[in-house]
């Protein structure tokens, strides 16, 4: 099996998912019913079936659990094609027990539901295709042929062929039915969960995107002071030593790599800021931020921010989590993707409410896809009438889902929809046919509250001073 490289999500990635001790003792479980229903049947109803035969059936099951447990460790994984031919063995244990205890009239015939189920939760489709049908061939075999159940008195146990098909339609349509249920109801939890994981990494990223920000800005602030007092030392060895040249050269040449440091730094320490000022932001520079990787991708990302009504004329200082920007990153990215010119991010606010929608001016979303947008790993059959606005494009719909994911963590309501015709609230556009993406927050959960005092900034704690050492003096004329 082909695992998918490091760091890649797939929805439809099958790993080894079955581990051979987990299904040894559920195996260990049926066994342990199927002993019990042979003897309950053949000691206390007094049904007459070949009981050694039964015996060796129930023998060679138990030496395979045996075997197992015995011959694997603990943490063995079952690849597909090991998973696929346990449970064709295990079918096949059951209809040979089956065949020898009345067939399809035996009510524990049911039980051949259970393998298939399982295969449908844990193993590729056509593994599961492949023990569903076998799992029918052999079923309808063994309701054709088969060895009745006896009373004590020797008369055979028969029910009217009416029943007879019903019980088989009823197993065949629940194999069906369970395969084709639990497969899907798998494959879902799999795409939500790896969708979930890819959010929960972007966040991850982000939060350290931010905390190396802090790192760097603490670095320059800490090093500024010994830079200072190397640059202003080395500027007066270079004054007392003009008479001699090359002394002179060295001492300057420490100034100018003094200031190169510093300004390495300050450049480094532009990215952000450990500073409680900075977990808080006006509106505007927020969404600057969010957009700012894509300012120079050849679309112009326009910014129009109003207040609605009854909203004060300031536009409002909100939280700077690294959710809400890397939320706002991914719609805007998408909407730069595929806009013609230009994306216009649109801000509104009331005294309750915060409204943002970002608007392109491309082909807008597939309107078989607007009930399905925020789900991850959309599949759909493209249109091909409909031309691709970017043939190199394949989109699962993973972005938008973690854009939705990190935004509704704070609080917000998204909605999807294309536009169609002049858009009101953009005066002087053009009528548009592209993507619209509406954001609300009520204002309470992303505003920071006006005049609260701000957290003390965390305090740098210095490294503890080296040991100390003792240098011998070398004579350098020596």
């Known amino acids: ?184 109801v798998a494959a879902e939890a799999n795409s939500m969960s790896n969708a979930l994981l890819a959010a929960q990494m972007a966040l991850t990223r982000e939060q350290k995107l931010t905390d190396l920000g802090g790192v760097m800005a603490a670095t320059a602030h800490e090093l500024g002071t010994p830079l200072a007092t190397i640059k202003l030392v080395s500027a007066e060895l270079a004054d007392e030593l003009r008479d001699r040249p090359e002394l002179a050269a060295d001492a300057r040449l420490l100034v100018e790599q ?5 300004d390495i730094l300050h450049s480094m320490g532009r990215a952000g800021k450990d500073d409680t000022h900075l977990h808080r932001a006006p509106l505007e520079a927020v969404l600057r931020e969010a957009a700012e990787p894509h300012f120079d991708r050849g679309r112009d990302v326009v910014f129009l921010l109003s207040p609605g009504a009854g909203g004060d004329a300031a536009q409002p200082v909100i939280e700077r989590r690294p959710e809400i920007i890397h939320g706002l990153r991914n719609l805007i990215q998408n909407a730069v993707d595929f806009a013609a010119a230009t994306v216009w991010v649109q801000a509104e606010w009331t005294d309750r409410a915060l409204r943002i929608r970002v608007i392109d001016d491309g082909p807008g979303f597939p309107p078989a896809l607007l009930g399905y947008l925020g789900e991850p790993f959309i599949r759909r059959r493209r249109d091909p009438a409909r031309p691709r606005h970017r043939p ?75 040991e100390p050492r003792h240098y011998s003096t070398i004579d350098k004329t020596a």
């Open 258 to 262: 003094a200031d190169r440091c510093r």
């Open 392 to 466: 190199d494009y394949e989109g699962m719909g993973l972005g938008l889902f973690i854009a939705k994911t990190l935004l509704e963590r704070s609080g917000a309501q998204l909605t999807f929809a294309n536009s169609n015709g002049p858009v009101g609230y953009l005066p002087g556009t053009p009528a548009l046919r592209g993507a619209q993406i509406r954001i609300d927050w009520p204002l309470s959960r992303i505003v920071a509250a006006p005049g609260s005092p701000l957290a003390p900034n965390r305090p740098i704690v210095a490294a503890a001073p080296p």
């Open 1 to 184: 099996m082909q695992s998918p490289p490091f760091g890649e999500i797939s929805q439809d990635h099958r790993g080894e998912w079955v581990r051979l001790r987990t299904m040894t003792w559920l195996r260990v479980v049926a066994l342990s019913g199927q002993v019990a229903a042979v003897l309950v049947a053949y000691l206390y109803f007094e049904m007459r079936f070949e009981i050694l035969l039964v015996g060796l059936v129930l023998g060679a099951a138990a030496l395979s659990i045996l075997a197992s447990l015995l011959l694997f460790p603990q943490t063995k994984r079952l690849s597909d094609s090991e998973a696929t031919l346990t449970f064709l063995f295990d079918i096949a244990l059951l209809i040979c027990l089956l065949y020898l205890t009345g067939g399809i009239t035996n009510p524990f015939s049911v039980l051949v539901l259970g393998p298939v189920t399982v295969s449908a939760m844990a193993l590729k489709p056509r593994s599961t295709l492949l023990l569903a049908l076998v799992a029918i061939a052999l079923l309808t075999l063994v309701s054709l042929t088969y060895q009745p159940l006896r009373f004590a008195d020797g008369s055979a146990l028969v029910i009217p062929p009416i029943f007879a098909f019903g019980f088989w339609a009823a197993i065949v349509i629940g194999i069906l039915f369970q395969a084709f249920y639990a497969h899907r």
